[in-house]
């Protein structure tokens, strides 16, 4: 019966010129289980939005798999979990399909394949080689306690950014278009309303459904409850944001406001870098431990690289953002420069293909599922 399925299910897909991977096959047969037994339909958005499905395509497939935040909770609470010879592992289904759509929707595709398998080797690769390029292109003679500026001028630095900014913006942008176009007709297809915009933006901010659809928290290491892992993605989150508004409010200053860069303590572009730079800093080591801790069912192997790639790169950027702070007018205050802006400049020319982008693409499917649920459910057969 499986193999019948698992056939027509490609001979369909091919007929559409799109053959379905092995991940996708092993997804839609573990939905058609869950389908049957409905045990977690209450657990988590992708539940819900399964219920409304009796078949899944491929692009029911990458939407399901991108609502899913890996949370374990269906894995701890399946009875057919392995050793079960059902085998069914909705986390680390979802996470390979879902590792997948990075690759398909990436822009250019090559360089999302390339960072999925080499994630941290390429994020440390890169950021060192950027920091060794920018201390040989320093101003080495700067005097001692002099500021930043000395050592590379202010239009310099915003010529060299900007272009890395510029990239990292056009590449999600054709990413999540692609992604947003491929799903949209798999979800009704219906256009965004306000109530679903709010909806899907107090989930995302929230990050709701990692909560465990109890509130408790997720599964981690084992079938105990955690809100650990969402805090850290918090502190992780909001800590960047914090960096950016900071970089963004400096800009202000400088460009608009003719407040010449750079700012001293209590000025709102240092307030900000510093409350974000250690809630960074903080959010990543606790994601690092984490992750390290995590149950070995859970989620995808094969993503562990491109995983701590992005921790890896995160963690860099906040720890010598606040060394430099530390080191301001002192001697090793050049080298700690180069460190920081050659991982700042490695992170944006990778987050079109790391942990970023999924985020991305998780915002924008829990946007179509809150435009879904607002639309009849023309099966009938129960969900939201
Ligand atoms: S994960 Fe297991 S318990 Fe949950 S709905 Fe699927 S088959 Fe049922
Ligand atoms: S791992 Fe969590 S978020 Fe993902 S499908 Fe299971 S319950 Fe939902």
């Not at 096959?25 to 499905?53: D, H, K």
């Not at 974000?276 to 990543?284: E, I, K, Q």
């Not at 090793?332 to 920081?340: E, I, K, R, S």
Request: glycine share 10%; hydrophobic share 45%; charged share 15%.
């Amino acid at each position: 019966m499986d193999t019948l399925e698992q056939l027509t299910r490609e001979a369909r897909a091919l007929a559409n010129g799109t053959p379905i991977s092995p991940a996708e096959a092993e997804l839609g047969r573990v939905l058609q289980i869950c389908n049957g037994c409905r045990y977690c339909e209450g657990f988590c958005a992708s539940f819900q939005a399964m219920t409304r499905r009796l078949e899944f395509g491929r692009a029911d497939l990458h939407y399901l798999a991108n609502l899913c935040h890996n949370c374990g909770a269906c894995l701890h609470a399946c009875q057919y979990a392995p050793p079960h010879e059902f085998a069914i592992n909705v986390p680390r289904a979802m996470a390979q399909v879902r590792g997948q759509t990075y690759g398909d929707f990436a822009w250019p595709a090559p360089l999302g394949a390339l960072y999925r398998h080499n994630g941290v080797a390429l994020s440390l690769s890169l950021a060192l080689g950027l920091a060794l390029f920018l201390w040989l292109a320093a101003r080495t003679d700067a005097p001692v306690g002099a500021d930043f500026y000395a050592i590379f001028p202010h239009n310099l630095l915003v010529s060299l950014f900007m272009p890395v900014f510029g990239f990292a913006v056009l590449a999600l942008g054709l990413g999540v278009r692609d992604f947003w176009r491929a799903v949209t007709p798999a979800t009704t297809g219906a256009p965004v309303s306000a109530p679903a915009g709010a909806e899907a933006a107090h989930d995302v901010l929230r990050l709701k459904y990692l909560d465990g659809g109890h509130g408790e928290g997720c599964n981690n290491a084992d079938d105990a409850f955690s809100l650990r892992r969402r805090r850290a993605h918090h502190l992780t989150f909001y800590g960047f944001l914090l960096c950016f508004a900071a970089t963004s409010v400096a800009t202000l200053y400088h460009y608009v406001l003719g407040i010449p860069a750079p700012y001293d303590w209590p000025s709102l572009p240092k307030v900000l870098g510093a409350i974000g730079g250690v809630m960074l800093c903080v959010g990543t080591l606790g994601l690092w431990a984490l992750k390290w801790q995590r149950h070995p069912l859970h989620g995808d192997p094969s993503q562990r690289s491109m995983d701590y790639g992005f921790i890896v790169l995160l963690l860099l950027v906040s720890a010598s953002g606040l060394a430099l702070w530390a080191l301001r007018g002192q001697s090793g205050m050049a080298l700690t420069l180069c460190v920081h802006l050659g991982s700042v400049m490695a992170l944006f020319a990778t987050l079109p293909y790391n942990k970023f982008a999924h985020g991305i693409y998780r915002s924008a499917a829990l946007l179509r599922h809150a435009v879904e649920k607002r639309q009849p459910n023309t099966l009938g057969l129960g969900g939201e």
